[in-house]
């Protein structure tokens, strides 16, 4: 039956969609108390496990890659940065320190930036799964507290794990600089009707065409002709 395969091909997506609204990480309790110790390497939608899953794909470094290209972005986006110290600090818990150049000791999670730990975070959820196994990745704001030089990286990462990894990687940000990283028919601008919401794939939209090729989107986007909110004002 063709709709049994509908539904069966449906519930298989869902069940590897994964949603990172990066207003909702739990930065307090990774910073307090570390994450509970479990056995999985996909991160959870607030990013409690992060520590659980690094240690466990530091501990595949042998047989696969997934940690060392989370740490070879992290490099990328934060060039003091060279690696974590990851420790079990009690029957059920894990906690991470950060190694830096030029100094002596480890700075513990709770001492790092938040653009430290968003990045380790989005870089997590990218890369945690085996190479090849399919998944939607969906991010909401990833921009929030990453320096522009994170967001290259961060976008380097992004296209990488679609190319290469298997991964489907959707995201919604209000970031100049973000959205400046990616080719114009990667990029949607929405908006809505009365009755429906409506997505336009930039290099469709005839009125910005000869724009595209002399300035970036991030420009656009800041002078309005692309994303405009005040054309959504009603008088």
Known sequence: ????????????????????????????????????????????????????????????????????????????????????????????????????KERSQEIRASGVSDGHLQMLILLTALFGDAKGKEGILMFDEPETSLHPHALAALAEAMQEAGENWGRQVILATHSPALLSQFSPNQIFQSGYSKSSAEFQRLDSIQSIRDLLVDYSVGSLYMAEAVGSQSALQTS
């Open 1 to 100: 039956d063709p709709r049994f395969d509908e539904a069966q091909e449906f519930d298989r997506l869902f069940r590897f969609t994964h949603f990172y609204d990066s207003r909702s990480f739990n930065f307090f309790k990774l910073r307090q108390y570390g994450s509970e110790a479990g056995h999985e390497t996909w991160l959870w939608d607030r990013a409690d496990n992060l520590w659980s899953v690094l240690r466990n794909l530091q501990g595949m470094k042998a047989r696969d890659t997934r940690y060392d290209t989370i740490m070879s972005y992290m490099r990328k986006a934060h060039p003091r940065f060279q690696d974590l110290v990851i420790e079990t600090t009690g029957p059920v818990s894990v906690y991470a320190s950060f190694v830096e």
